[in-house]
Every structure is written in C-alpha cells, then in structure tokens.
Nanobody, 121 residues
Framework: QVQLVESGGGLVQVGGSLSVSCAASTSTFSFNGMAWHRQAPGKQREVVAS???????NYADSVNGRFTISRDDAKNTLLLEMSDLKPEDTAVYYC???????????????WGQGTQVTVSS
C-alpha cells in the first residue's frame, strides 16, 4: 500500500508555467515506474508522462517538449514541470506508482486526490 498526495496546482495563463508535485508514503525507489495522469470533466484519465526507476522517461504526444517529469527517491517525491501551458491542459492531475515496460505504463491501484490545474487566457 502506498499513499499519494498531489499538490501545487492552481490557475495559470496560457503560455505560462506551473509545477505539481507528489509525495509518497512509501519509498519510491522500490517502484518500477511512476507517472503523472490527468483527467478533465467527462473524459477518461490519461497518462501524460512516466518515468522508470533508472530515469527513462516517456511523454504523451500532446505534452512532449512542454512537460518534464522527474523523481527524487531520496525524498519520495515525483515532480511534473509544465511550460507553455494550453487550455487543453486544464485537468486534475494525479500521480501513480506502477509498471513501465517498453514505453507503456500500467498504473498501480493507488491514487491520490489529485491537484487541479486550470489554464485560462
């Protein structure tokens, strides 16, 4: 069992930057992979970025080049740095611990409450 707490969301203008973080109650080093997901109202939750234990990253095409995922196992945290934000980035962002294989991320069973990111003009 792992407890996850996301934070750092807020309101930002189009083209702006924002970072969200995730604190885990369990050592993150033990997890094969970690990822950030997001979900907009009426839409399916989707993975936007993932990272392996060795630091290999994968990004959804919609955010590639704008978002950066990183992990700090010494602090049991996961970070997502977002730049050049667009209205379509508006969603609740969730972190997750799971399995990353051949560029495909399979989420684990535990989720936090998420943090809201709103992008407006």
């Amino acid at each position: 069992q792992v407890q996850l707490v996301e934070s750092g969301g807020g309101l930002v203008q189009v083209g702006g930057s924002l970072s969200v973080s995730c604190a885990a109650s369990t050592s993150t080093f033990s997890f094969n992979g970690m990822a950030w997901h997001r979900q907009a109202p009426g839409k399916q939750r989707e993975v936007v970025a993932s990272i392996s234990r060795s630091g290999i990253t994968n990004y959804a095409d919609s955010v590639n080049g704008r978002f950066t995922i990183s992990r700090d196992d010494a602090k049991n945290t996961l970070l997502l740095e977002m730049s050049d934000l667009k209205p379509e980035d508006t969603a609740v962002y969730y972190c997750n611990t799971g399995t990353l294989k051949s560029g495909t991320y399979d989420p684990g069973a535990y989720w936090g409450q998420g943090t809201q990111v709103t992008v407006s003009s």
